[in-house]
């Protein structure tokens, strides 16, 4: 199967749009993931083992366990974004970051798409704070011209 990003992204703002610290299946599939589709199982599984997901409960895993005389199961168990789930779906949100992934890195790795989304947030906010640094310096010399005049008029 292959990493589907609309899907993966959906996932992680469901996570992040939660009202509550910790999240589960149940709330999960109110939101449009059914637990039971394979491709949900497969992204949660992805989510988890770049560890931007992770249980509240001591026991690892998000809740899915296959054993070999049970079969597959799932338990109702509180999950949350890690820190470097926040900061992924963070970037993702930014439109020019989710452009750039959706136009050049569709088929890339998880790990890429991780590292290019994070790094292309970066550089953008850098651009902003540039242009407003900008701003502000082109700003204070308007004063610093006015003022000049201004006093150089009235002595």
């Known amino acids: 199967m292959k990493i589907d990003y609309e899907y993966l992204r959906g996932l992680l703002l469901a996570f992040q749009n939660c009202k509550k610290p910790y999240t589960n299946i149940d709330e999960l599939e109110e939101n449009g993931f059914l637990y039971k ?19 509240r ?5 998000f809740g899915y ?11 109702q168990i509180d999950l949350r ?26 088929k890339s790795g998880i790990d890429t798409v991780k590292s290019v989304a994070i ?5 953008f906010a850098k651009k902003k704070i540039t242009a407003l640094l900008s701003e502000w310096i082109m700003m204070l010399f308007k004063i610093k011209y006015h003022f000049y005049f201004y006093f150089q008029k009235n002595r």
């Not at 394979?38 to 249980?55: P, T």
């Open 37 to 55: 589709e394979d491709s949900f199982l497969f992204h949660m599984e992805i989510l988890y083992d770049y560890n931007f997901i992770v249980s």
């Open 81 to 106: 974004l890690t820190g470097l789930g926040h900061e992924f779906i963070s970037s993702l949100n930014d439109p020019d970051v989710w452009s750039e992934i959706c136009k050049n890195f569709k």
């Open 119 to 123: 790094e292309l947030a970066k550089s």
């Open 57 to 61: 409960s001591s026991r690892s895993g």
């Open 65 to 75: 366990s296959d054993e070999d005389n049970l079969g597959p199961s799932w338990q």
